[in-house]
């Protein structure tokens, strides 16, 4: 029954910014550490961001200076918002969440991935 959510993918200009989002749904106990991944076509999955729940993050360098990574606990729910974006960030970004459920039990999760496209 848990589930997460990822919104905010879409088209945008070489520059531009983008902000995406990941909601965890569902009776969880509590939240570990939350993180956005990337994967382009013929390529390897890549940590981008992640955070724990005391707030402690951690950029990829590719994202060091330009994304940022937060939380909103009341909402259970993560973002990354996304500057001076360029063509090599285009890629599928999956929500991947590791928490304990409602009953205490590990759970890592994925979302459904929100796909992100930098034009030229």
């Known amino acids: 029954q848990v589930r997460l959510v990822e919104t905010g993918g879409g088209l945008v200009q070489a520059g531009g910014s983008l902000t995406l989002s990941c909601e965890v749904s569902?009776?969880?106990?509590?939240?570990?550490?939350m993180c956005w991944y990337r994967q382009a076509p013929g390529k390897q999955r890549e940590l981008v961001a992640g955070i724990t729940n005391p707030g402690r993050t951690n950029n990829a360098d590719s994202a060091k200076g330009r994304f940022t990574i937060s939380r909103d606990n009341a909402k259970n729910t993560v973002y990354l918002q996304m500057n001076s974006l360029k063509p090599e960030d285009t890629a599928t970004y999956y929500c991947?969440?590791?928490?304990?459920?409602?009953?205490?039990?590990?759970?890592?999760?994925w979302g459904q991935g929100t796909l992100v496209t930098v034009s030229s």
């Open positions: 569902g009776i969880i106990f509590a939240v570990n550490v």
């Open positions: 991947n969440a590791r928490l304990l459920g409602g009953r205490r039990e590990y759970l890592e999760l």
